[in-house]
C-alpha cells in the first residue's frame, strides 16, 4: 500500500473558465495557469505520482513547455496514471479537500467525481471529492484563489487493494524454487509445499517436467 498527498493552488483571474475537477464551473473568474489550471486534477496528479515515486507534475509536464499551454489538465492526470501504471501501481482510492470561498461547489462535486475517476479507469466510488471555504480567513477568504488537498492510495501491482500480498497459487512454489538456489539460511521461510505440488516441483527441479 502507497499513500501520496499532493497540494496546489492557483489565483482567480478574469477572461479564464473555472474549470475544477475536469468539469467548467459558471464563475465570473476562472483560474490563472498556463494549462486549463484545474488545480484539482494538479493535485491528484501530484498525488499520484508522489505515492508511486515518480516525481511530480511540473517534472512530467514543465510549465514552459509549449504543448502543455491551455492543456486539459484531466488528461494530464489520465497521463500520469498511465505513467504509474507502467511502472506498477495501481490506483485505489483519492479523497480531495478543495477550499475555496466562491462559487459553493456542492452542485458540481458528483460530476467532479465522475470526471476524476473516468481519468483515472476507476468508478465514482473511488474518488471524494469534498469542498469547503475557509471562513472568510486569509487569501482564499479573501477570494484571491483556490487551494486543493487529495490524498490518494494506489497498491503495487501484486499487492490487492486492501494491501494483502497479491500471490498467485504458484507463487510461493517460485519462491520455493528460488530460495532453494540460495541461501540455506532463508529455507526455514520456505512456505509448507502440498504434497501433490511438492511432486510436481521435485520433478521439475530434476528438470523431468516442465
Ligand atoms: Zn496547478
Do not use: C
Not at 41 to 46: G, N, P, S
Amino acid at each position: 500500500m502507497r499513500v501520496g498527498i499532493g497540494y496546489d493552488s492557483h489565483a482567480f483571474a478574469t477572461g479564464r473558465k473555472l474549470i475544477l475537477g475536469g468539469v467548467e464551473i459558471p464563475n465570473a473568474k476562472g483560474l490563472a495557469g498556463h494549462s486549463d489550471a484545474d488545480a484539482v486534477a494538479h493535485a491528484l496528479t501530484d498525488a499520484i505520482l508522489g505515492a508511486a515515486g515518480l516525481g511530480d507534475i511540473g517534472r512530467m509536464f514543465p510549465n514552459d513547455d509549449p504543448q502543455w499551454k491551455d492543456a486539459s489538465s484531466i488528461d494530464l492526470l489520465n497521463k500520469a496514471f498511465l505513467k504509474v501504471g507502467e511502472a506498477g501501481f495501481q490506483f485505489v482510492h483519492a479523497d480531495v479537500t478543495i477550499i475555496m470561498e466562491q462559487p459553493k461547489l456542492a452542485p458540481y462535486v458528483d460530476a467532479m467525481e465522475e470526471r476524476l475517476a473516468e481519468a483515472l479507469r476507476a468508478g465514482p466510488a473511488q474518488v471524494s471529492v469534498k469542498a469547503k471555504t475557509n471562513e472568510g480567513m486569509g487569501w482564499i477568504g479573501r477570494g484571491e484563489g483556490v487551494a486543493v488537498l487529495p490524498s490518494l492510495r494506489s497498491a503495487e501491482a501484486q499487492e490487492s487493494p486492501d494491501g494483502l500480498p497479491r500471490v498467485s497459487p504458484a507463487a510461493p512454489y517460485r519462491t520455493a524454487v528460488r530460495a532453494d538456489r540460495g541461501s540455506g539460511r532463508r529455507r526455514k521461510h520456505l512456505p509448507a509445499v502440498p504434497a501433490d505440488v511438492a511432486v510436481s516441483l521435485g520433478a521439475f527441479l530434476a528438470g523431468g517436467a516442465s
